[in-house]
């Protein structure tokens, strides 16, 4: 039990807490170090199996045997046969958050500055409902709406934009293009990224909006000046999520592409579609021997590095953006001693004060009642 003990007698401070953790805390804490190391040790299982299942596919030649026909046939060797799924995996999923992350963060702002708040709300709760729609629907309406709606715009971009390589290439008369596959996955990422967009956006400090407002700001400029540098670090983590979510898809994108295993930036073509790990495994994996299901498992390992690169890539960048803890340690300047300094430090802590250096203009009450002048 936790005590509290008085000084002794001609010492100095004040009383001094003794005892251990109560048994609730011990047992909360070693529930939470439990958990962490749990987490560790699946990681570090699911690690382990893929390394063993795709050792014998990685280790054998791809020229001969069971690895020379079927799913497998006609590459070199392991890394012939992933180099192009790798692609296929990083081109689909930049496309599919070049056209999905700016549409959340819009979503996300509207939702938390601009939308009134009976608005916000249902809003708010039509793109949470986004995340539980299987992938399966999301590629049949890629298939009935979204091919047949972009080929009069896929002709439009090779018509006039023929010349960028990504724009290039006979026009797919079907709709099975990596774009159509793109807007899809776009839209499967949305809920992820506007979510965690929005939250961070609503924690922005009120009293940093009311200052840039107070200084005669817009509302755009007010979001640029106050929220956006706020939840810089946030905004990068949710397009991160965003990221981990395109990387693994596999039914939408499966559904409606064309693909190929070849490395290819074309986005309006048919049957020069580069495809996805994911997408590949879940093609031919029931049709595959155990050899030929060894050389999925081992793409499936590459997909297990580029998500835990992706994942530290996040990391190092929030960090990067937010400063670590010893940089902002570094970053500290020493208070000053001099009255005139400190003055000068608070009047000068938010352009708010700067405005009402005397107390918070938001607070009233919190201002300094004037003293007025004693005269002889």
Known sequence: MTQYVAPRPGSSGARRLVG????????????????????????????????IKAAPAIAASWSTGDLASG???????????SGPLI???????????LIGAPVAVGIALFISHYAPRSLAGILGYLVDLLAAVPSIIFGLWGIAVIRPYLLPFSHFLTEYLGWFPPFGGQVSTTGSTVLAGAVVLGVM??????????????????????????????????????????ARSGMVSAILLGLGRALGETMAIALIISPSIVFS???????????????????????????????LIGTGLMLFVISFAVNFAARWIVG????????????KIAPPSDAASILTLDVAASPLEALEPRGSSAHPEGQEPSIPELRD
Request: hydrophobic share 45%.
């Open 320 to 331: 990067r953006t937010g400063g670590s803890a010893k940089e902002r340690r570094s970053r």
């Open 189 to 230: 990422v949305l809920p992820i990224i506007t979510s965690i967009t929005r939250e961070i956006f609503l924690q922005t400090p009120r009293l940093h909006e009311e200052a840039a407002l107070a200084l005669g700001a817009t509302k755009w400029e007010t979001v640029r000046l106050a929220v956006f540098p706020y």
């Open 20 to 51: 251990g953790p109560r048994p609730s805390d011990r047992i909360f804490r070693g529930l939470s170090y439990g958990s962490a190391a749990l987490i560790m040790v699946i990681l570090a299982g699911v690690a382990v199996f893929l390394i």
């Open 71 to 81: 799913t497998t046939a006609g590459y070199a060797n392991f890394w012939a046969y």
């Open 87 to 97: 692609w296929g995996t990083l081109w689909m999923s930049f496309i599919g958050l």
């Open 265 to 295: 930036v074309a986005l309006l073509t048919e049957n020069q579609n580069s495809q996805t790990i994911a997408a590949n495994i879940a093609v031919n994996f029931p049709e595959s021997n155990d050899l030929q299901r060894a050389g």
